[in-house]
């Protein structure tokens, strides 16, 4: 009865509803029911689907079908919600909708029941055109998780709001159905990218409606194709072609739609030929593609489009770099966007990781370029020449290109750019170049490429012709002994100066005239010597610690992580300190305290770090600092004024136009004047003048007194630091509104490309006077700049590209360490790579003393014997000396031979006095003890008794031989440091201090020898180098630098093993060289013949029995002192 039931009702549209076939269909799904009841439901469902239109009943009756074969109470669920779906879903719609319910059914029933039972609601919200695709999209993802197709569905009302237009929300499921195709996975990615694109590209509608509004206001009949405001700077363009009414080239068909129509279809465009070709990176391009035209006018985005598609041909990863670079290319310097894609494509030819490399690397060293540069006319052309000539040698060698790209920023930090040009030049035409030593030479890694770019075919007056009388001129001033380097040989992250060594310019050309260029380089000499004689690398002084107390409690983070609400307050004792724990509030109380406290041995560098904004803190100190010395120098040397005078008036002269810099340097420039130019100029006076009133107020107060420190300079930071982010609204809108009467001025008075033709054939030496002019600003402020772009943020490298960087991950410094850089030899190369290596400097852990105790106990007899032989190698403080011409007694022997020769013949010694002379060993060692890995070994283990002879770590032998080392020397009296290494890639040697040459042998020490333990690999080379310059601080007669390890040097990007040996043996080289003794205690006679190679031309020796160490080193010590 229900089955002719079901088909009496629908009689009528039978024909058309598809007549026996689905008859049939559903006579068997009924006759499987066996409940009455839920075949009258479905009866009754089937009566009220018959009265909908034929094709709709069709569809849902053939689901319906399909459904009650897999889950009977999900088929009722979906019956019952068809007569609601027909209102939204046409036939088509409602199938593909009730398939999708069914493969969720298949999955889980509960979710497809759950999903017939929400219905259709949210699709009413997704147009016609686009709900199919929706729903095929879902379909293909659930092929990959159901949760992943239900969220994409339930997300699409909203995507559909965001989009806000029918026929564009239609388009993006296009291309969603194309990734799906490809990668489900992706197009779900690509869904929920979607929200923020259409965001961005709708801000370029509203940008072109407002300045369209603006140019009619305005008036005239300028037919132009796109007018855009930049946002860079808020400089109104308009771009015409008067030849084709295009812009760029762009196809015809274009006109009358409007910039962000034009945009948007570009980039659905772009983003389906991604699909189509690459599939599922075309997600990843979606996602990437807001921040990549963040701040482009509507011309800009479509010249990236159109490039990026271009280079679909690498590849969807190499494209999607080409399109996030291009981006960044067109907000610093978009005059050189088409140079840049003519240099990827010349490097893409070289292969796709050289392509990916450029991409990734080059917008940051043309950012850098665009901080160190004031004016935008000079930046664009500075910025051209630099594409060029990485042009010029990307067609010889394309990773050489990148590497010349890369080291553009430092090289033109001291060297102009048409020495930059011959530079490069000279490495293309250099004989004998393998492809690496090319590389190595435009990376500015070698000492041959450093000093071709400070010396190659330079005008001026070369720093090594001034470099020792300006060291004797630093010397006089601070009384202590310093190196002076050039700047462009020295790594970024050590121009800001250690208080050693002082880093100039290694040419000047700024006068013209080698007088005054001697004076400028004795007014940067003398600003250096400030640095050290007035306190700049000053560390944990009194005021540094009050500066940092204010500053952290200025910039405290606003919400602090909750202690624990539940823990229990004072019930639960600690017992590793047998100590009752601490309430939280009391936790609280001294994490706060301690987190305003500077670090042991912290110096400004500590303080900047409290800033939210690192770099632009340290870009506003780099400037005050200087200011204060400058002020400092005038009351202390007054003879120097003259000559600060002199470049202060030049400063002045060649500052630019205020009105003519980017919004972004506005500040910075004013500071600069009014810091280092003898206050700011007018025009910047007429324009910002509370601003400059503000700054002049600062400087004043903190700056002026003769008696002012570098904490008073951090003080004075936080208050320009605050006055910058209060000003910069004010500042943007005071600078669009000069811009704009810029712009219509240029605009009305543009000139003929005759006369720009003409103005590009000015002579070779006017370009290097406008070099002179552009390097004025930066001599003085590079020693910070590196501080500032370094606190930005690092990129990441990943893959075969690395090496291209040619950078090895460094780890952050913790506070208090240090680092430094250091040379390394280079085999291949046959060359010094210039500050390839980074030590950091650190503090061992501390440990228990018992190890120290334990130690004391084990060789209680022969410390005993030892002190005793190094008490009688102590001298005596006073010895006569006899033979004087002058004395406090006479020498008796003496003064009998001269009455005796004097009656001779006349012909008397007057030597007859004896003096007490104090006379003391002159002696300092180091200590420096290999903390690798292979330490860890294990030696004199019984093998039949491995429980009760366990044996002893390799480490843990040298450690003792440490302890009857010092125990010696504090009997004999001579000072020594014990240092520990171990590194993990070359900027990442670290070198342990476990005892200073000035640190007292106590508890603190003995806690730290029984801290050191084993880790990482042995990159010698360095570690050498640096102990020697630790050790070249001692005034010593002898000294010795004696290096415990247990075989050779390893690090894993320290290349073959011959290379290791090459540099470590040359650091051993250089430091006997520089006075210092080197010997070598190792444990590895299995590869004696290779030790002898390495250690052949200093002294070393094999320690067969590693259990022997202890004992035989006191030995060995003697043997080198007496």
């Not at 779900?188 to 369209?212: G, H, Q």
């Not at 090319?438 to 720093?463: D, I, K, M, P, V």
């Not at 008397?908 to 860890?936: G, N």
């Not at 080197?1078 to 020796?1101: K, M």
């Amino acid at each position: 009865m229900a089955d002719k039931y079901i088909f009496d009702a629908e009689e009528e549209g039978r024909e058309s509803a598809g007549g026996e076939p689905l008859e049939k269909a559903l006579r068997e799904r009924l006759r499987s029911v066996r409940n009455a009841g839920e075949r009258r439901t479905i009866a009754g469902l089937a009566r009220e689907i018959g009265k909908l239109p034929a094709d709709v009943a069709r569809a849902a009756l053939e689901v319906g079908a399909g459904l009650v074969s897999v889950s009977l109470r999900a088929g009722v669920d979906f019956l019952r919600v068809v007569p609601e779906a027909a209102r939204v879903l046409d036939a088509e719609e409602l199938r593909a909708w009730g398939e999708m319910g069914r493969r969720l059914v298949m999955a889980d029933v509960e979710t497809g029941a759950a999903f017939f039972t929400a219905g259709v609601g949210g699709l009413g919200e997704i147009p016609r055109g686009a709900r199919l695709l929706l729903l095929h999209v879902c379909a293909r993802q659930l092929t990959l998780s159901t949760s992943t197709a239900l969220e994409t569905y339930r997300r699409a009302p909203e995507i559909a709001r965001a989009v806000g237009d029918a026929e564009l929300l239609r388009q993006i499921f296009e291309v969603a159905l194309e990734v799906a195709r490809r990668s489900a996975r992706h197009s779900a990615d690509f869904i929920a990218a979607t929200p923020e694109v259409a965001a961005r590209l709708s801000a370029f509608r509203e940008r072109e409606a407002s300045a369209t509004e603006d140019a009619t206001a305005v008036g005239g009949e300028v037919e132009a194709v796109e007018v855009e405001t930049v946002a860079r700077g808020g400089v109104p363009r308009v771009d015409v072609d008067e030849g084709r009414g295009v812009e760029n080239g762009e196809r015809a068909d274009d006109e009358g739609v409007t910039g962000d129509g034009r945009v948007t279809r570009a980039a659905l465009e772009l983003a389906g030929a991604f699909a189509s070709r690459v599939g599922g990176i075309a997600a990843e391009m979606w996602a990437a593609l807001p921040a990549s035209v963040e701040g482009l006018g509507a011309g800009e985005a479509l010249r990236l489009f159109r490039q990026t598609e271009g280079f679909l041909d690498r590849g969807g990863a190499a494209a999607q770099h080409v399109l996030v670079a291009g981006g960044e290319v067109l907000r610093l310097v978009p005059e050189v966007f088409d140079e840049w894609g003519a240099l990827l494509r010349t490097v893409a030819a070289h292969n796709n990781s050289c392509l990916v490399a450029l991409a990734r690397t080059g917008p940051a060293a043309l950012r850098s370029l665009a901080e160190s540069r004031t004016e935008r006319a000079r930046l664009a052309e500075v910025a051209l020449s630099v594409v060029e000539v990485a042009h010029e040698v990307a067609r010889v060698d394309a990773e050489a290109a990148i590497c010349c790209f890369r080291s553009a920023p430092a090289a033109l930090r001291a060297t102009t750019v048409e020495r930059f040009r011959r530079w490069a030049r000279e490495g293309l035409l250099a004989e004998n170049l393998s492809a690496r030593a090319r590389r190595s030479y435009f990376a500015l890694e070698t000492r041959r490429s450093n000093e071709q770019l400070q010396s190659g075919g330079a005008q001026g007056l070369a720093l090594e012709e001034v470099a020792q009388t300006l060291r004797l001129y630093v010397e006089g001033l601070t009384g202590r002994a310093v190196e002076v380097a050039p700047l462009s040989a020295v790594p970024d992250e050590q121009r800001i100066g250690d208080g050693r060594t002082i880093h100039l310019p290694s040419n000047v050309s700024e006068f013209g005239d080698a007088g005054l260029d001697f004076r400028l380089y004795k007014v940067l000499a003398a600003h250096a010597a400030g640095q050290i004689e007035f306190g700049t690398h000053e560390r944990d002084t009194s005021d540094l610690r009050a500066a940092y107390e204010s500053l952290a409690a200025a910039y405290a983070p606003e919400n602090a992580d909750a202690l624990d609400a539940f823990s229990l307050d004072g019930y639960i004792n600690d017992p590793s300190t047998s100590e009752r724990a601490r309430a939280p509030e009391e936790e609280a109380r001294l994490a706060e305290a301690a987190r305003r406290r500077l670090p042991e041995g912290g110096d400004y560098r500590a303080a900047l770090a409290l800033f939210p904004q690192r770099g632009l803190a340290a870009r506003i100190f780099g400037t005050l600092e200087n200011g204060r010395i400058d002020r400092r120098l005038r009351h202390t040397y007054r003879g120097l004024a003259r000559d600060l005078d002199l470049v202060r008036e030049y400063l002045r002269r060649n500052r630019p136009r205020i009105a003519a810099l980017p919004v972004t340097l506005v500040p910075f420039e004013l500071l600069f004047q009014i810091t280092l130019c003898g206050g700011a100029l007018e025009d910047a006076r007429a324009i910002y003048g509370q601003v400059v009133s503000e700054l002049e107020t600062i400087v004043v107060e903190y700056l002026t007194d003769a008696r002012s420190s570098v904490a008073d300079t951090l003080m004075a930071t936080a208050r320009v630091y605050s006055l910058f982010q209060s000003v910069v609204p004010d500042i943007t809108e005071r600078q669009s509104q000069d811009d704009e009467e810029h712009g219509a001025e240029s605009q009305g008075g543009a000139r003929s490309n005759l006369e720009k033709e003409g103005e590009k054939r000015e002579d070779s030496s006017q370009a290097e006077r406008q070099e002179r002019r552009r390097d004025a600003h930066e001599l003085f402020n590079a020693w910070a700049a590196a501080e500032s772009a370094d606190s930005d943020g690092e990129e990441t490298l990943t893959g075969e590209e690395r090496w291209l960087k040619g950078d090895s991950p460094e780890h952050d410094l913790e506070p208090g360490e240090e680092a430094f850089e250091y040379d390394e030899w280079d085999r291949d190369l046959s060359d010094t790579r210039v500050g390839w290596c980074r030590v950091v400097e650190k503090r061992t852990r501390r440990g228990d003393r018992s190890f120290v105790e334990l130690t004391r106990a084990r060789y209680r007899g022969v410390i005993s014997s030892i002190r005793h032989q190094f008490q009688l190698m102590r001298p005596e403080s006073l010895k006569r000396v006899a033979n004087e011409l002058d004395g406090d007694d006479y020498d008796l022997n003496a003064l009998i031979d001269y009455v005796i020769d004097r009656r001779a013949d006349g012909q008397q010694s007057e030597r007859i006095y004896t003096k007490r002379l104090r006379h003391e060993r002159d002696v300092a060692v180091s200590f420096l003890l290999d903390q690798s890995s292979s330490t860890a070994r294990t030696i004199g283990r019984h093998p039949l008794q491995p429980y009760t002879h366990p044996g002893r770590r390799i480490i843990e032998v040298e450690k003792e031989g440490l302890v009857l080392m010092s125990e010696a020397l504090e009997a004999v009296g001579d000072p020594y440091s014990i240092d520990g290494f171990t590194s993990e890639g070359r900027r990442n040697v670290k070198f342990y201090v476990v005892k200073d040459f000035d640190k007292p042998y106590a508890d603190e020490v003995e806690r730290r020898i029984g801290g050191i333990n084993y880790q990482n690999n042995t990159r010698l080379g360095a570690a050498i180098r640096h102990a020697a310059a630790k050790l070249r601080t001692q005034e010593a007669r002898t000294r010795l630098l004696i290096v415990l390890s247990d075989g050779r040097p390893y690090d894993h990007d320290y290349g073959d093993a011959r290379y290791a040996r090459e540099d470590t043996r040359e650091a051993l080289r250089q430091t006997r060289l520089d006075g210092i003794t080197p010997f070598c205690i190792t444990i590895d006679r299995d590869s004696e013949a290779e030790l002898r190679d390495l250690y052949g031309e200093v002294g070393y020796t094999i320690i067969d029995d590693v259990l022997t160490l202890p004992e035989r080193m006191p030995a060995i010590y003697r043997r080198l002192t007496t």
